[in-house]
Every structure is written in C-alpha cells, then in structure tokens.
C-alpha cells in the first residue's frame, strides 16, 4: 500500500511537472508570437521615390525601407501590402488593414480619424510644365488647366489658389496619369511634392519644375483609429532611427543629396536600362504574366460563380409565382443598375466598416462580379427561358408533365441553345471588368502596367503591351464563342 501510494505520489509530481513545463512552453511561445505579431501595412504602388516597385518587381523606396526598419527595431512583423493611395486609405478607416504609410501629409482631418505618428519627412508642392513650356512661374498658369493627383496635398493646396489664378484642375488616381497630362499638352501643368516630381524627371520624365516649394507640410504613417500600442511603437522606430543614423542612410538611398543628379545616380539600379519596346517587354514580361494570371483567375472564379447566381435567379424570375418574380426582377435591377466601381468599394470598405470583419481584397473582387456579372446572366437566362414559344409549355402540362419537369424536359433545352453565346459574351465582359477591381488594391493586369508605369514612365509603351494581352485573349474567347454557336446551331 505504502509502495503504491509512493508511485501514485511519483507519476502525479512527474505529471505535475510536464504539465507546468508545456504551460511555461506555451506562455513563451505565446509571447514570442504575440512580440512578433504582424501587422498589415498599405501603401500606394506608384509614389516614387517613396513606394514603387524596381525592375526586379519588388517594392522599394523611402516608406517601404523606412516601415520595414521600423518593425525591425520595435520587434514586430510587417506586411507591406500595395493598394493605391486611396484604396489603402479607405482600408484603413474600415478596419482592412491595420497602418498606412504612403507619402501622407499630416492633416487635421486625418487625425480625426486616425492616428497619426509623428513626422517622418517634411515637403513642399512644386508645379512642372513641359520641358520646352515658357510658362516659368505660377503666374503664367492664370487662366489654364493643370493636373493633380486626388487625395493629396498637392490637390488641396491647388485647390486653395485655384481662384486667385483662376484654374480650372483635373484629378487623376496615379501620378503617372497626371505627368502625362501635361506631357500630351491637355494640362499645362501638374503640381506634386517636391522629392517626388524630382525623382521623375531625374529618371526621365519630360517635365521641368517651374515654382518654388510652397505648403511645406509633414509626412506621417496612419494607424488604425484607437490601437495606441502600435502608433507608441512607430513613434519609438521613427526616433531610434533618426538618432541612430538609419533614418538618413535610407533617405539618401533614394535622393541622394536632393539634386537630380545625385537622385539619377542613387536610382539608377532599380530602373531600366533598355526603353525600347521589345527591351521593356523581355525585362517585364514576367511581372505582367502575374498580372495576367490574377486576371485570369478572377474571371474564372467570378464566372462560374455569376454562372450559379444567374441561372437560380433567372430561373426563379420564369417560375409562376409572383412573390418569386418580384425577387429576380428587384436583384437583376440592383445589381445590374449599380456602377462596378460603387459596388466594389462598397463590398471592401462599405460593409467591414459597418461589421467590423475584414474582407479580403480577393474575395470582395469576386463578391463584386458576382453579383454584377450574376445579374446580367439572371436576366438573359430569364430571357432565354421566357423567348420559347408558350405553346411549348401548355403542351408540355396538358400530356400530364408537372411545371419542373416540363422546364427541365422541354423548355431549358431549347432556352440553352439561345443562351449560350451569352453565356460565353459574359465571359469576355467579366474579362474586362477585372480591370476595375484595382480600385480595391488588386494586382490584375491593369494595376500591374500602373506599377510597371510608375517605375519607367513609358505609360504608352506598357499600355500597348497591356492593351494587347486584353486584345490576344478576348480574340481567343471570341473566335470560341462562334465554335460553340457553330456547334449548337448545327
């Protein structure tokens, strides 16, 4: 008795102590985790020299080594995630991601709404005309157009002397879109912070800068509204490695010593060398391919899934019930009446700022299509079904048929034949609309030229390549839909 109790006393210390040595595991474990925590981070994909993706398609610049310096000396993950300036914007105030750093000048307004670090980099607005302009000084723009990227300090302080001046401004979403602008001669001049409108024309860009810096502002990273645990932490970075000499070293990367020519030669490794076509497509090749692939997938997760969408409503607004037909009809008109674009933003930012879940950029991108592209299919395929001959049912219930098998039996396979050069028309349409989806930060083909585009300037060059790929593919998918017309009608 005595021996067993001794055992018994044995095992129960021994169990006792493995118990205790796992719980000590995993609280160490759990507060390596919770010291390693990764947060998401948006940035904008064409702001050079601050974010923009070198010729090796990776992200670079002065935010993205600032942001990745910073995670490094606090002891925290980052996952830089590009969007585009207002995409990331719009994620961060609904709660999709969790920071964004992207040349964002220091507001009011802003820290109303998030919070805001302390200054990183201070800047002014400089305006640029064209390199053979006579217009030398703000004054000679009285009464002409000039081009600003939206959402930006640039915007706003144009915004302020537009009526002094007498301007009339035009927005763009990307930096390119409004280089180029002037450059074509539609504006006659465009206005953007001084460290960036140097580093285009340092790496080519046809412009000259004219004005003097004006509304010379602060750039800060954005932290979702109340998470003072990560702001404390940015904070701390940003001054470790200020004191520390980091901070200048990756500043210095990029612009040298603020000449153009020092920004020529520190740029120099991240830009192309060959601008020719066939150059820019061999050295591109692979990052427009993943773009593609993106595209693709998109389109062929959305279609299958408007596919299914489309025929239960479509086949709910031909049924005899009137509640039933009420349904089709008021979702076909919802969704086919609601611009692309609306509805995306709506799907990512709309919904999550109301819920407080995250979605998902891939997911909102095919919620988005599926429920646009489903109410186009609805409606054809309600149209597809309603175009057979109503003898064809009446025939089919007075020999005994119930209304499902008569669908199913005699009025679906004559409805097919009508509708399948819709179905593959829609394919081709959804195709196209992938396109929109950048909006919500989605690497498909059309953000990847943008990316391609901020790094090199050759917006004509890269949008012919991507204009092609569009063309090679929607031409395949074309000649197939007649195959199958061919087939069907024969």
């Given at each position: 008795m005595v021996a067993f109790m001794k055992r018994n006393w044995f095992w129960t210390a021994v169990i006792t102590l493995f118990v205790g040595m796992v719980a000590l595991v995993t609280t160490q474990t759990s507060?390596?985790?919770?010291?390693?925590?990764?947060?998401?981070?948006?940035?904008d994909v064409t702001f050079a020299p601050f974010e923009f993706a070198n010729k090796d398609n990776k992200y670079v610049g002065i935010d993205i080594d600032l942001m990745h310096a910073i995670a490094k000396e606090e002891g925290f993950n980052v996952n830089i995630k590009p969007l585009g300036f207002n995409a990331a914007v719009q994620s961060l105030e609904a709660g999709q991601i969790d920071g964004t750093i992207a040349g964002m000048s220091i507001t009011p307004e802003r820290k109303a709404k998030f919070e805001m670090s302390d200054p990183y980099y201070t800047s002014g607005v400089v305006g640029a005309v064209k390199k053979?302009?006579?217009?030398?000084?703000?004054?000679?723009?009285?009464?002409?157009k000039v081009a600003v990227k939206t959402g930006t300090s640039s915007a706003d302080y144009i915004n302020s002397i537009k009526s002094k001046y007498n301007l009339t401004v035009v927005t763009f979403d990307d930096s390119n879109n409004v280089y180029q602008d002037v450059i074509t001669g539609n504006s006659a001049a465009c206005f953007e912070d001084q460290p960036v409108m140097q580093y285009g024309i340092a790496t080519g860009l046809a412009l000259k800068i004219v004005t003097k810096p004006a509304?010379?502002?602060?750039?800060?990273?954005?932290?979702?509204?109340?998470?003072?645990?990560?702001?404390?932490?940015?904070?701390?970075?940003?001054?470790?490695?200020?004191?520390n000499g980091k901070y200048d070293k990756i500043v210095a990367k990029y612009l040298g010593n603020g000449s153009t020519k020092s920004q020529e030669k520190a740029n120099k490794s991240t830009q192309e060398t060959n601008h020719s076509f066939l150059g820019l497509l061999k050295t591109n090749s692979g990052t427009l391919l993943q773009g593609l692939g993106e595209t693709l997938l998109l389109t062929i997760v959305a279609i299958l899934c408007a596919t299914i969408v489309g025929i239960l409503i479509g086949l709910l607004g031909a049924t005899p019930n009137k509640f039933a037909q009420g349904t089709a009809t008021t979702f076909i008109y919802i969704f086919r009446g609601l611009p692309l674009m609306v509805l995306a933003l709506f799907i990512y930012t709309g919904i999550p700022s109301l819920t407080g879940t995250k979605i998902p950029a891939f997911i909102a991108g095919?919620?988005?299509?599926?429920?646009?592209?489903?109410?186009?299919?609805?409606?054809?395929?309600?149209?597809?079904?309603?175009?057979?001959?109503?003898?064809?049912?009446?025939?089919?219930?007075?020999?005994?048929?119930?209304?499902?098998?008569?669908?199913?039996r005699v009025i679906l396979p004559q409805g097919i034949k009508i509708m399948i050069p819709s179905f593959i028309n829609q394919f081709i349409i959804t195709l196209k609309d992938t396109s929109i989806l950048s909006v919500i930060g989605l690497l498909e083909l059309t953000q990847t030229g943008k990316i391609i585009i901020a790094r090199n300037m050759e917006g004509f060059k890269i949008w012919t390549m991507v204009a092609l790929i569009?063309?090679?593919?929607?031409?395949?998918?074309?000649?197939?839909?007649?195959?199958?017309?061919?087939k069907v009608n024969a």
């Open positions: 507060t390596v985790r919770a010291a390693a925590k990764t947060y998401t981070i948006g940035t053979n302009s006579t217009i030398k000084s703000l004054a000679d723009l009285r009464g002409k509304e010379s502002g602060s750039y800060g990273i954005a932290i979702k509204k109340g998470d003072k645990h990560l702001l404390n932490m940015v904070n701390d970075g940003i001054k470790k490695l200020k004191a095919i919620i988005t299509l599926t429920l646009n592209e489903g109410a186009y299919t609805a409606a054809f395929v309600k149209g597809g079904i309603e175009s057979v001959d109503n003898g064809q049912m009446e025939a089919a219930r007075s020999l005994g048929l119930p209304w499902s098998k008569a669908m199913r569009y063309l090679i593919i929607i031409t395949v998918l074309t000649w197939l839909s007649n195959w199958v017309q061919k």
